[in-house]
Nanobody, 124 residues
Framework: QVQLVESGGGLVQAGGSLRLSCAAS????????MGWFRQAPGKERDFVAA????????YYADSVKGRFTISRDNAKNTVYLQMNSLQPEDTAVYYC?????????????????WGQGTQVTVSS
């Protein structure tokens, strides 16, 4: 069993940056692929970024490519999402997710574990 706790959300002006963290419990974290998703009010939960177990492979939604960076520190059981050049359309609740599979996935149904979410609000 893996428990995920996100932190680092907040209010930022357009053009600013935030770094989200997702702390995981459980001995098997280092073998899990991890992902970040986001959900705006009234919308579906969308894929943002994913990373494989070693950090060697990463995937991004087109809307965040070049602005967001996903990374992980297996020694700290933590995955990060560095968000730069934030825009109002990035406003959403951001969720960390983990899958026992080693391959990163871009759809919610492939993930077994979810955090509670952290709010990111970007003002114009």
């Amino acid at each position: 069993q893996v428990q995920l706790v996100e932190s680092g959300g907040g209010l930022v002006q357009a053009g600013g940056s935030l770094r989200l963290s997702c702390a995981a419990s459980g001995r098997t974290f280092s073998s899990y692929a991890m992902g970040w998703f986001r959900q705006a009010p009234g919308k579906e939960r969308d894929f943002v970024a994913a990373i494989n177990w070693s950090g060697g492979d990463t995937y991004y939604a087109d809307s965040v490519k070049g602005r967001f960076t996903i990374s992980r520190d297996n020694a700290k059981n933590t995955v990060y999402l560095q968000m730069n050049s934030l825009q109002p359309e990035d406003t959403a609740v951001y969720y960390c997710a983990g899958t026992s599979g080693s391959v990163p996935r871009t759809t919610t149904r492939h993930y077994d574990y979810w955090g509670q979410g952290t709010q990111v609000t970007v003002s114009s």
